[in-house]
């Protein structure tokens, strides 16, 4: 009878499952150490104790593997394979002095225990990872990998172990999941359930996606592998000896060297006594305890690190930071985000590089208000004036890409034949999407573009010069100033390219105005330490927040919730921006309280602004030639939508008591409201820090009414748009 | 897992070759595999350079009192396994007979390793008993070697006639030639009469059959499956032919 799920299929003519076979090929090594290799080298003078070495493994090929191989010389076959990469990556001069202070070291155990060669080979790694390094974060990596050259002879080799593959492996080297892989690693995780291989396709989409797997290092990795046998020739232990090459483009680099032990099952005793003599060779400096894998030793031997580059806003700031100091801080971090997120949108990788693009667009908006006091007002008007074209540029294409990543969710409140009429919109989204990202790239080539972010640079180290000289205290303002012409002359000279640029088209007299009104205008809180600004500012977005989330009841109309949905936006921003003022614990609660409520928020706009989408594309579609059943499921879809609107609508005012809670109440005050708040505390000394304007009041609030949704934007921002940057807020926080 | 035994009731007709070389053909093919080596007399655990030994021996393992798991030895090749002999293993019946329902101990007794190996083969010792015939109600299927000789057709019969009076008719029996010996008049008589159908067997023989090579006896000097050492031997090249016969009895996919 047959015992246990397995269904024979391991048995299958096909050899096997792709797991057995790379589980097989890839065993997950049971300790690692990095090698010293002057340590090694040391040892590897010492000729006698290599020679020892060599004579003793030869005779062991010849009592145990030779005869197994028919009589092929194993070690030489190896060097003949190993060839391609000798001579730059390592020696056998560092393999053969590891494996004689391990003999030395082995030689002490009863019954006796040798370490006899088994195989080389060498394997070509390709690893990728997204663009913000999800796999690594994740906990390991992904590569294709291929064997290199001819393998070895080997009689341990079997069937269709040779791949390629690809690999996830953990940070520990274990496999995790792989698949049988020719051709380049996939794109996105869709590539690889297309290839027919679901789960780790599925695997991987919770992982990575949207975003594009890109090539993060590639490597030549070489094994010399090596066996612990007892008396009776019985493998004990596996060693593998592993080192190998990269590239930086040009030269080849070598990767050091280091040591891997796998267990033999059942065996765990001499597998202990093996790692007890590795830590000794530890405390005797030849080896070192534990090592990362492959890929991290690669991206080290390149001087780089794994993890990918964040996206994620988080600057550091000082509660007595001069407030315009703090700005360009700020400003700067996002506008580092806007050039390293440039490229990848541009290209349209993935739909996440505009994203974060769009996002350090909307909260450089932002900034520009609510750090206002702190910046010069000509360089506020310009710099609205310019990044709200930008975010309206960058609009359409994100509608579209909501839309396209929404595909999967629209299909599964369908009933599934009903589903699969929804394919003739998923093409016409796609053309919708490439026309608006041919836009945009079109967009982001102009000179306009090219002179928002060489005037903005120029723009920010201008405040950081103002905020510079500035103390707390009115005299030190005065030096403050004396010290602008020289920051404004070189901001000048180096917006002076760009302004060439931008008189090209027309507009070379708003930076001329912006460059100086630099020169000219002190920002009103030149003086201010950011925490009273900030108090200020977030006091003020959280009354607002409070205020007109209590004035909705069930028959307020949508548009007040869509209101309070950017209210609450804007205090987000507040709280992020000044989250490293007040304690982060206090921070993240309040922005962990706030976002309930802003993802009911948006989910309410996004299913409003759908269901209105819908209906205009049913409408353009239907002035083509469309399946009427794809209209009908449009239909069916929009009624979905509309249903958990409802739903959504229903669900707010939980979401809002929650936040209106009594002890989150507290803790706004606490840190914020007024002097007495605690960052508002660090301002009362100040010049200005006592200047708390009453919040709240109408006029204030007018004032203060340029929001995103006004400056000429309000097609992207408003309730006319899916949520597109709070998209994200599902998935890992606004960023 | 599927189970299959390497069983006659004759000794020295190639048990243990069948069990090492079908477990090494299957291992090649990408199985995973355990070989549990029932024989006190530990050739298939010496085959495998396995010592012969299991900590609480035949009483642990059938009392339940082992963890299996932890008795399991890697052999050199990583995802073929052995469960070991040991010389406690001449009193399994002993210790069966003393269990409630014998089957069923040895059931429980691989349920821990299912999960872990598509493929237990085991090998057990000749004759009939109380440890064979709970092999024959645990095995997908019975291997039986059989040499083409008047004596060991005759075993056929017996174990026949023993099933069918025991109620045992479920378990697939495959016999197949074993140590075929061209050189000699009988065996090439038998061999061609069986295969041809010409001879009436109370079981259907697998089409391949063993030839006897020296590559089989050096097993034991090289103590490695015949596909490690001589793999474009003829030996290795029957095994794998019969592996592939033995996949599909199975039912494998």
């Known amino acids: ?735 | 897992m599927r189970i299959v035994a390497s069983y006659a009731i004759k000794g020295g007709v190639g048990k243990t070759a069948t069990a090492v070389n079908l477990a090494w053909e299957a291992w090649r093919g990408g199985a995973t595999v355990l070989v549990w080596d029932m024989d006190p007399q530990g050739a298939a655990s010496f085959y495998f350079r396995v010592a012969p030994e299991v900590a609480g021996g035949a009483k642990g393992l059938i009392k339940g009192a082992s963890d299996v798991a932890a008795l399991v030895r890697g052999s050199d090749f990583d995802g073929l396994d052995v469960l070991p002999a040991d010389f406690t293993y001449r009193h399994l019946d002993l210790y069966l007979d003393a269990a409630k329902r014998p089957t069923r101990r040895l059931v429980r007794l691989l349920a821990p390793l299912a999960e872990r190996y598509d493929l237990a083969i085991l090998d057990c010792a000749p004759g009939i008993s109380l440890v064979s015939e709970s092999v024959f109600a645990l095995a997908d299927a019975l291997l039986v070697p059989t040499i083409p000789t008047t004596l060991s057709l005759r075993t056929l019969d017996q174990l026949a006639v023993h099933l069918r009076l025991n109620d045992e008719g479920g378990v697939l029996v495959r016999p197949f030639l074993s140590l075929v010996d061209r050189r000699k008049a009988l065996h090439r008589a038998l061999a061609d009469a069986i295969l041809d159908g010409g001879l009436p067997t109370p079981f259907p023989f697998l089409r391949t059959a063993i030839p006897y090579l020296s590559a089989v006896e050096r097993m034991g000097v090289q103590r490695a499956p015949v596909g490690v050492f001589a793999p474009r031997d003829a030996a290795a090249a029957a095994y794998r032919a019969l592996w592939g016969e033995v996949r599909d009895v199975i039912g494998a996919r």
């Not at chain 1, 246990?4 to 300790?31: E, H, I, M």
């Not at chain 1, 394919?423 to 090219?450: C, I, M, N, S, V």
């Not at chain 1, 803790?667 to 009453?694: C, I, S």
């Not at chain 1, 995103?708 to 992207?716: I, L, V």
Request: charged share 20%; with cysteine; hydrophobic share 45%.
């Open chain 1, 1 to 735: 009878m047959t015992i246990g799920t397995a269904d024979g299929s391991g048995l299958g003519p096909a050899a096997g499952s792709d797991a057995q076979r790379w589980s097989r090929a890839f065993p997950g090594p049971t300790a690692r150490y990095g090698i010293v290799v002057e340590a090694a080298a040391e040892v590897g003078v010492d000729a006698a104790m290599e020679a020892e070495a060599r004579e003793a493994t030869r005779a062991e090929v010849g009592a145990k593997i030779a005869p197994a191989t028919g009589s092929v010389p194993v070690a030489v076959a190896g060097v003949d394979a190993v060839g391609g990469v000798a001579g730059v990556a390592g020696d056998d001069g560092v393999v053969n002095a590891v494996i004689a202070r391990l003999r030395h070291a082995f030689a002490d155990h009863a019954p006796p225990l040798v370490i006899v060669p088994a195989d080389r080979e060498v394997l070509r790694w390709q690893f990728v990872d997204t663009f913000d390094g999800r796999i690594h974060r994740a906990g390991g990596t992904l590569a294709v990998v291929a064997r290199a050259g001819r393998r070895a002879a080997s009689s341990a080799g079997a069937d269709g172990e040779d791949g390629p593959w690809l690999l996830w492996q953990g940070h520990d080297g274990q496999i995790v999941d792989g698949v049988a892989w020719a051709g380049p690693p996939p794109a996105f995780a869709g590539d690889v359930a297309a290839a027919g291989h679901d789960a780790l396709g599925d695997r991987l989409a919770a992982r990575i996606a949207p975003r594009r797997l890109l090539p993060l290092v590639s490597a030549t990795c070489r094994t010399a592998r090596f066996h612990v046998v007892d008396g009776e020739g019985k493998t004990v232990v596996r060693l593998g000896v592993r080192d190998g090459t990269t590239s930086n483009g040009g030269a080849r680099i070598a990767i050091a060297p280091w040591l891997e032990l796998f267990a033999v099952r059942g065996y765990d005793a001499t597998h202990a006594m093996a790692t007890s003599a590795c830590d000794r060779l530890v405390d005797e400096g030849a080896l070192i305890d534990g090592s990362p894998g492959l890929a991290v030793r690669a991206l080290a031997a390149l001087g780089r690190k794994p993890g990918g580059v964040s996206t994620k806003f988080d600057v550091p700031l000082e509660p007595d930071m001069p407030a315009p100091i703090a700005a360009a801080a700020i400003f700067k971090a996002l506008r580092k985000t806007i050039r390293t997120t440039l490229p990848g949108t541009k290209a349209d990788l993935d739909p996440e590089f505009l994203h974060d693009f769009r996002v350090a667009v909307r909260r450089t908006r932002a900034g520009l208000t609510l750090l206002r006091d702190a910046l010069p007002a000509p360089v506020i008007t310009h710099f609205k004036t310019e990044f709200g074209w930008l975010g309206a540029a960058t609009g359409p294409t994100r509608d579209m890409d909501v839309y396209l990543d929404g595909m999967a969710a629209y299909r599964a409140a369908l009933p599934p034949d009903v589903a699969a009429d929804l394919g003739p919109l998923e093409a016409y989204l796609h053309t919708r999407q490439a026309a608006a990202h041919d836009e945009l790239a079109a967009a982001l080539d102009t000179p306009r573009f090219a002179a928002l972010l060489t005037d903005w640079k120029a723009a920010l180290s201008a405040l950081k010069s103002t905020g510079r000289g500035a103390t707390p205290s009115g005299a030190a303002a005065l030096d403050a100033e004396g010290d602008q012409p020289s920051a404004a002359a070189r901001a000048a000279h180096d917006s002076g390219v760009a302004a060439g640029a931008v008189a090209a088209v027309g507009v070379v007299g708003v930076v001329d105005e912006a460059v100086e009104a630099v020169e000219v205008a002190a920002p009103p809180a030149a003086t201010t330490p950011i925490a009273a600004l900030a108090a200020r500012q977030t006091w003020r977005r959280y009354r607002r927040v409070l205020s007109d989330g209590r004035a909705i009841g069930a028959q307020t109309p949508v548009a007040s919730l869509h209101a309070l949905r950017i209210e609450a936006k804007k205090l987000r921003y507040a709280l992020e921006f000044f989250r490293r003022l007040v304690p982060i614990e206090a921070a993240d609660a309040l922005i962990g309280s706030l976002k309930g409520l802003q993802d009911n928020l948006g989910t309410l706009n996004d299913l409003g602004v759908q269901q209105g989408a819908m209906r205009a594309f049913a409408a353009d579609l239907a002035r083509r030639p469309t399946n009427s059943a794809t209209l009908l499921a449009m239909g069916w879809l929009t009624a979905e939508l509309h249903r958990r609107e409802q739903e959504c609508r229903r669900e707010f005012g939980d979401r809002f008591r929650a936040f209106d809670a009594k002890d989150n109440r507290q803790r706004y005050q606490r840190l914020f409201h007024g002097v007495g708040g605690q960052l508002g505390a660090v301002g009362a000394g100040g010049a200005v820090g006592d200047e708390v304007p009453a919040d709240g009041g109408p006029t204030d609030r007018r004032a203060t009414a340029d929001t995103p949704a006004s400056d000429g934007t309000s097609a992207s921002e408003g309730a006319s748009a899916p949520d597109r940057d709070g998209a994200a807020a599902g998935n890992g926080g606004g960023r």
